[in-house]
C-alpha cells in the first residue's frame, strides 16, 4: 500500500484565497483524522471522522474552516478565505478504527499564506 | 483528557539504551498509554502503547509503573536514525472507535557518535 497520501505537498497562496487540501487514507481504513502543525501551539487535532461521519471537530479553529469526507477513499480540508496566521504543515492520518491504536500518517502539505 | 509530562530534550550516543520518561500521574483506568516520534521533515510515526503490562515490539519496549502513573520508553540501541521528537499520550476508547490522540510538547532526542 502507497500510505496516506496528501495533496498538494506544498502550497502558497495570497491572503483571502481559498485552499483545499486533500487526503486519500489507506484502503481499508474507516477512520480519517486531521491535524496542524506549527511551532507555537505544535501539533493539533482539528476534526477527525469514523465511518465518513464527522465525530469530533472541536479543534477546526473557526468558521473558515471546513471539512469534508464524502466517500471512505477521500476527505478535504477546506480553508475559506485563508489568513497568514493559518500557515503550518497540515497532516492527515488514518486508522482501522477497531482494534488497531496506530495512526498511519501521511507526508503534510505545507501551507504558506502570504 | 489526561495530562502527560515530558522532558523538553535529551541526549544519548549511539548504541548506547536510552530511557524516554513519561508522567502521567492523573491517568484513568481506561487510558491507553502510546508513543509516536516525528521524525525531521515527517508526519509523526507509531512506536508502541500499553495498558497496564510492559510492552516489547521491534522498535522499542515500554515500561509502565505498577500505579500506572508514569512510564518509560525503551530504545535499546539508540542509533542516528532515532533522533526525532517522542511523544507520550494518553487516549481513551469509546466503544468501536478509534482513539483521539492529543499530543503535548514531546521529547526531543538527540544522537550523537
Known amino acids: 500500500d502507497a500510505g496516506v497520501i496528501q495533496s498538494p505537498r506544498h502550497e502558497v497562496t495570497e491572503m483571502g484565497q481559498e485552499v483545499t487540501l486533500r487526503c486519500k487514507p489507506i484502503?481499508?481504513?474507516?477512520?480519517l483524522f486531521w491535524y496542524r502543525q506549527t511551532m507555537m501551539r505544535g501539533l493539533e487535532l482539528l476534526i477527525y471522522f469514523n465511518n465518513n461521519v464527522p465525530i469530533d471537530d472541536s479543534g477546526m479553529p473557526e468558521d473558515r474552516f471546513s471539512a469534508k469526507m464524502p466517500n471512505a477513499s477521500f476527505s478535504t480540508l477546506k480553508i475559506q478565505p485563508s489568513e497568514p496566521r493559518d500557515s503550518a504543515v497540515y497532516f492527515c492520518?488514518?486508522?482501522?478504527?477497531?482494534?488497531?491504536?496506530?495512526?498511519?500518517f501521511g507526508p503534510g502539505t505545507r501551507l504558506t499564506v502570504t | 483528557d489526561a495530562k502527560t509530562t515530558q522532558p523538553n530534550s535529551m541526549e544519548s550516543n549511539e548504541e548506547e539504551p536510552v530511557h524516554l520518561p513519561c508522567n502521567h500521574s492523573t491517568i484513568s483506568g481506561t487510558d491507553y498509554i502510546h508513543w509516536y516520534r516525528q521524525l525531521p521533515s515527517q508526519g509523526p510515526e507509531y512506536v508502541i502503547h500499553?495498558?497496564?503490562s510492559n510492552v516489547n515490539n521491534r522498535m522499542a519496549s515500554l515500561a509502565i509503573a505498577e500505579d500506572r502513573k508514569s512510564s518509560t520508553l525503551i530504545l535499546h540501541r539508540a542509533t542516528l536514525r532515532d533522533a526525532a521528537v517522542y511523544y507520550c499520550?494518553?487516549?481513551?476508547?469509546?466503544?468501536?472507535?478509534?482513539?483521539?490522540?492529543?499530543f503535548g510538547t514531546g521529547t526531543r532526542l538527540q544522537v550523537t557518535l
Open positions: 484502503s481499508g481504513h474507516n477512520s
Open positions: 499520550i494518553l487516549s481513551r476508547r469509546y466503544g468501536g472507535t478509534a482513539s483521539k490522540l492529543t
Open positions: 492520518a488514518s486508522t482501522t478504527g477497531q482494534e488497531s491504536y496506530e495512526q498511519y
Open positions: 500499553g495498558l497496564t
